[in-house]
């Protein structure tokens, strides 16, 4: 059976590492070394119903447009 599942994508292309996402999206987001986000569970980051929210806010505060939700479909 296949299902939807929000991930959350960032570009590293355009992300600055300041890391306002991950003071946004703590149970998701870690800061590496350099300070850029990272996944706290590796590189797919999936998005639980519950953070659907925090998600959406930390794509809409992000200064840089650097970070895409998205739906995958899995099977
Ligand atoms: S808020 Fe945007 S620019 Fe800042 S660390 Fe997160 S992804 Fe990068």
Redesign the pocket.
């Known amino acids: 059976m296949s299902r939807a599942q929000l991930e959350l994508h960032?570009d590293f292309t355009?992300?600055?590492?300041?890391?306002?996402?991950?003071e946004i999206l703590p149970e998701l987001l870690v800061r590496d070394d350099w300070g850029?986000?990272v996944g706290r569970g590796g590189r797919d980051i999936h998005v639980p119903d519950g953070l659907a929210g925090a998600a959406q806010d930390?794509v809409d505060l992000?200064?840089?447009q650097?970070?895409m939700l998205r739906r995958v479909t899995r099977s």
């Open positions: 960032i355009r992300c600055d590492g300041r890391g306002l996402c991950t850029y986000p930390a992000c200064p840089l650097a970070l």
